[in-house]
Structure formats: C-alpha cells, structure tokens
C-alpha cells in the first residue's frame, strides 16, 4: 500500500470510528458515565492522532480515555476550543472533504498535546524510539470523555475494542504499543489478537507526567528493542550487510558487560559510564552508516569489546583501567563525528535522522569531557611550557574559552579552532620529550603519535588503536583546525569541531601510562 493510499483508507476508519455513538459502547450505563458539563463534546469522539509521518509497523501508543470529563470540567479549555471543533467538522464531514479535515485534526493535535502534562511520558517514549512524535499514532482505548471510570465494566471495553481499536490496528499494522499507565495495559492483554510488542508505563493518578521508577524500567526495555529495530529492521538489507548486525551485536554486549560490571563494582570510581552511554548514543546511528565506516567504527568496538572483557576479568582492579575504554570510546564518537560532517546532504534528504544524532551530539557535548581532559593535560606536566610560550593546557583553554564566551561569531578559526590544533600539537612535541626512548620520527605528526603511542600507551591499547589515533588527528587537523579555512561558519559548526577535537584529545591521553614517562 503506498503512501496516499494508507492515508486514504485511515482518514476513511477514524471517520467510521467518530460515527460510533456513544450508546454503542456504553450502552445503558452511559447515564453514570456521561460527562454532566460540555454534552456536545462529550457525544464527540476523539478517535486518535495518526502523524503525517507513520507507516504501517510503527509505533502506537495508547492512552486509556480523553481526560476532562470530570464534574470540574465546566468550561471549556482553550486546547478545547482549539481541538473539538475540528473533531465535530470532521465527524459531519462528506466524503469528498474526508483526508482536509482529519489532517487538520492531525495538525492540531500535534501542537497541542505538547502543552498536556502526558506530552512529557510521551516525549520519554519518543526519545527511547528514537522517534519524533509525527513518525507515531496516539489513540484511547475508550475515545469518548467519562465522568467517573471507577464505574466502567469489561463490557464497555470490550464493545470499544471489537468496534474501533481492533479495526483501526488491522489498517495501523503496528509493530510496537506503548501503554500509558497499567490499566491500558490490562485492556491491550485482554483483547489483543495481533502480534505485536507491547510495553506498558506505570503512572500514578495525578502524576502530572512524572516518571515512576517502574515506567523508566520499561523505558529501558523500549530502547533495547527499538536498538534492535534499528538494526535488523529489514532482512533483506542485512543479508547485504552483515558487518551493521556484527557492530550492533558487539556494542550491546559489550554495554550490557559494562552495565554489569558497574553493578558489581557500586561504589568503586569507575568510568564505565562513559562506556554505557557511548554505546546508547551511538547505536541508533549505525543503520546510517556506509560499509566503509562500518569497518572503521568495528574496529575500534572490537578493541572497546576486548578492554571490556579484560576490564571483567580483573574486577576487583577494573576501576584504574576502565579510563582507557573511555578514552577509545571517545575515539569512535571521534570518527563517528569526522564521518558525519561530511554528509550534510544526508541529513536534508534524511531529516528523521535527528532523532537519532541528538542524543549523539548530546553525548559528545558533555561538560565533564573538557575537565577531564584538564585533569589529564596536568597529570601528564602538559599544564607546564617554556618562558614566553603557553602550555598545551593554557591552549586548550583559550580554545573553550573563546567558544563560551565568544568576541565575534566570525573568526571561529582565530580564537579558538587554532589554539585548539595547536594544544595538541604541543603536547605530541612535550610527551616525545619524555619517551624512554628519543627515537627520530621527523616533523610528521602522525609519526609522533605512533612514536609516542608506542612506547607510552597502557598495555590494553592495541596498534591498531594507535594507528587509529593517528589517522584521526590528520584528518582532524587538516579538515577542521586548519588556519587556511578562514570561511564563516555556524556555532554548531564550531562546537562540532571543537567537540571532536576534544574527543581525540581524550582519547589519546587516556590510552598513554604516566609511568612509563621517562624520569626528567
């Protein structure tokens, strides 16, 4: 079924929905049920959202009824002014003015539910999709206002479920329902026929939208399955590439490992974190990737995996290793990031790919990473230079500095871009100092940093790490620090290179052991 076809035959059954009376679904105990105030409302159905994005196999969440039925309900709200109106036009409408007026339903409703305190449960459930709210359906198990649901029987279910939700899934074909709150959830066990993966978010009454730590354990499994969506959504596309199952299997093992070992080291400093949380943002971005930077992202997961694993095997000393996965988990959101910027016209043709790069982007943002990096610059005596030049520290944070706090938007490469190149580059110059062995390796920088790397990495970091390290910092100094592209660019430009540069920077010192540093 295509697009306009789909779109065609919902508008057609929500129109069948709406023209369900009340009386067929309530039937003689509607005289307890009907909302006292607002009648003419309360004899229009509210029979779902369908955003103007959904397909077949997505995502429905499902609430219980419309709220506002209650005795405090005497007026009108503006949301009502704004949303019933249309659900009236649209349950009077003709055939010929079917899709105009269920699409302004759609339009309306979009607006408005983000002004409703359920907007935040289901912004939580957008988010562990890695959806935005037009790709779902939202509909009520029972889509008509009640005064009292404490008065409501298996019977009244049941009429609405044979009458309006089941007929509506066979057109929706959904692949996930999330229920809001358990008494939804009840009802979908109940009756449902189809195969189709149901979770359900606990809710409190009167919960203002607030999450219970039963709904965030639910949110968690939503992800997890949504992860696996994502990357074995289509057979047929992975029977071509296997290396996107291989990748996404080997992050979610090596995340669950993680998870695992924090459980058992609670209250032991470890950055295992970082692992958990790289393995969340990057995940949704493999299905996007070419071979190519499948193979180059797999490598450095395989290496991440093998860290992981020996991370386990050393429990009770993993918390002074775990900062060196960090550091080659920041090396994939490093490439992750060098990858990407180089595909604007992906993300204009692809604009549903936001979702998922958001919470990347989040992730490579985060204020602790720059600390961090200060912490490690003084560790390693970066924070230290000779008279009349700045430290590779002092760099460093002229570079964020100006970034906060910037004099002109227009000379992001000035202020910040290049001292940001050239803390990096002082430190290389400061660290092959103070390698045991004073091997030449000429003025090449990916030279030093094989050089260095190789005499001063931890025992967990592999060659093939180091080699990634310095293929990284060239295409990161060449393609975004250098003093030759003095072209405009946006803020978010700016962070991105920035961000990055930040992420190699932690990555690399991360991997190196301080007392393998040769006595001064």
């Known amino acids: 079924m295509d697009e306009l076809s789909f779109r065609i035959q919902i508008a057609q059954r929500m129109h069948d929905n709406s023209n369900i009376l009340r009386g067929e ?23 779902g959202y369908v955003g103007k994005k959904y397909n077949p196999g997505g995502t429905v969440i499902l609430g219980f009824n419309p709220s506002g039925g209650g005795e405090k309900y005497k007026k009108r709200t503006n949301a009502d002014d704004n949303l019933y109106p249309l659900l ?21 409703f979009g607006s408005i539910v983000k002004e409703w305190d359920i907007w935040k449960l289901i912004k939580n ?85 607030e999450l219970t730590e039963e709904a965030k354990e639910s949110l968690s499994k939503i992800r997890l399955h949504s992860e696996k969506s994502v990357c074995y959504q289509n057979q047929a596309v992975h029977k071509n590439h296997p290396s996107k199952v291989k990748l996404c299997s080997t992050i979610m093992k090596t995340r669950e490992q993680a998870e695992n070992d924090q459980a058992i080291l609670s209250g032991i400093k470890t950055n295992l974190q970082d692992t958990i ?28 995996s093998r860290q992981t694993n020996e991370n386990h095997s050393l429990l009770q000393t993993a918390y002074s290793s775990t900062d060196s996965t960090s550091g080659t988990v920041s090396l994939t959101s ?4 060098g990858i990407f910027s180089q595909k604007t016209d992906f993300f204009s043709k692809n604009p549903d790919i936001n979702n998922a790069w958001e919470p990347f982007t989040g ?51 000035i202020t910040s871009l290049v001292p940001m190149r050239e803390a990096v580059e002082s430190a290389l110059d400061a660290l092959l100092k103070l ?21 001063l990495k931890k025992d967990n970091i592999s060659d093939r790490i180091i080699q990634e390290w310095a293929n990284q910092w060239h295409d990161i100094s060449d393609r975004d620090l250098s003093a030759s592209k003095r072209y405009q660019m946006t803020r978010d430009e700016w962070g991105r290179k920035l961000n990055r540069a930040t992420e190699f920077f932690y990555s690399f010192l991360t991997g190196l052991d301080s007392s393998k540093l040769a006595k001064r």
Not at 437 to 445: R, V
């Open 277 to 304: 949380d790289g393995a969340n943002a990057i995940l949704p971005l493999i299905a996007t990737l070419d071979n190519g930077d499948i193979e180059q992202v797999g490598i450095i997961w395989d290496e991440i």
């Open 25 to 47: 679904i309530f039937g003689t105990k509607d005289c307890k049920l009907h909302p006292l105030y607002n009648k003419e409302d309360a004899n229009t159905m509210f029979a």
């Open 363 to 413: 992730y490579t943002k985060r204020p602790a990473l720059k600390s961090k990096v200060i912490i490690l610059l003084q560790m390693f005596h970066l924070d230290k230079s000779p008279t009349g030049k700045k430290s590779s520290l002092e760099l460093f944070q002229i570079a964020h500095q100006a970034y906060e706090a910037p004099i002109s938007n227009n000379i992001p490469v």
């Open 435 to 455: 390698r045991p062995i004073q091997e030449p390796t000429g003025s090449s920088h990916s030279r030093k940093i094989e050089s260095i790397g190789a005499q």
């Open 88 to 108: 009236y036009d649209f349950k009077h409408s003709k055939d010929e003015d079917l899709e105009v007026t269920f699409e302004a339903i759609n339009e309306a």
């Open 334 to 337: 490093t490439a992750l990031s």
């Open 125 to 209: 459930i957008l988010d562990a999709t890695f959806q935005e709210f037009s790709q779902i359906t939202f509909m009520n198990v029972l889509p008509y206002r009640t005064r009292n649901n404490d008065d409501l029987r298996i019977q009244e279910l049941s009429n609405s479920w044979e009458k309006i939700i089941q007929p509506t899934l066979e057109i929706l074909r959904p692949t996930l329902m999330v229920c809001l709150g358990l008494n939804t959830g009840k009802v979908v066990n109940r009756f449902l026929t189809q195969d189709i993966k149901v979770f359900s978010l606990k809710r409190r009454r009167n919960d203002k939208g």
